[in-house]
């Protein structure tokens, strides 16, 4: 009679160290997930405020000089990865023929995202983890413009975070399609 019940007792403390065993792997895997990702925060208060050095090319939003501050770039999708920093290079050139010079003079904090479902949940996500100070950065040398673009047969999403000499009230501005960049920014020799 006493080793039906001993049996029935180890399988349930089996069964039941089975269990635990399979919560602590699938929070380790969920917990983990984000693992190697910086985070996706940064401070604009934190960032030096000024505009551009004055050489030429310069870079301009809506016709108002600016310096880039922040660059973010993710893949758009699932499955999808952003192109190696070699690339990286023609996605600039891609969005506005001369960018990456000014990428290289202006050395913004650069940050590679995850990949993000959706053009507007890029948007979003990109003007909540980088604030612009004031009332959404009007009033303000900040300025934020993120969006689709397409290189090379790719779909990825970029923002910057843009600086002016001056207060502004540019603010945010999103990019609709691939082709608004170019209505937007412009590189002035």
């Known amino acids: 009679m006493l080793l039906p019940i001993v049996a029935v007792i180890a399988v349930v ?9 399979a919560m602590v792997v699938f929070r380790g895997k969920r917990g983990n997930s984000n693992d190697g990702l910086e985070n996706l925060t940064i401070d604009i208060s934190q960032l030096p405020s000024h505009g551009p050095d ?3 090319p310069q870079l301009e939003l809506f016709g108002t000089t600016v310096r880039i501050a922040v660059i973010v770039i993710a ?3 699932r499955g999808s990865e952003l192109p190696s920093k070699f690339n990286l290079p023609g996605v600039f050139d891609g969005v506005v023929p001369g960018l990456m010079e000014l990428v ?4 913004p904090v650069f940050r590679r995202w995850p990949q993000q479902l959706s053009v507007q949940g890029f948007i979003h996500s990109f ?3 980088m604030e612009l100070p004031g009332e959404r950065g009007h009033d303000t040398p900040w ?5 689709r673009v397409n290189v090379g047969g790719h779909s990825l999403l970029l923002g910057m975070i843009l600086c002016s000499d001056d207060n502004n ?3 945010y501005f999103s990019v609709e399609h691939a082709g608004q960049w170019l ?3 412009r590189i002035r020799k």
């Open 169 to 171: 009230n540019m603010g």
């Open 183 to 185: 209505d937007m920014l």
């Open 127 to 129: 003007s909540s983890n």
């Open 54 to 56: 004055g050489a030429a």
């Open 13 to 21: 403390l089996m069964v039941g160290l089975v269990v635990l065993l």
């Open 75 to 77: 893949p758009a999708g």
């Open 104 to 107: 290289n003079r202006h050395e």
């Open 143 to 147: 300025a934020s413009i993120a969006g």
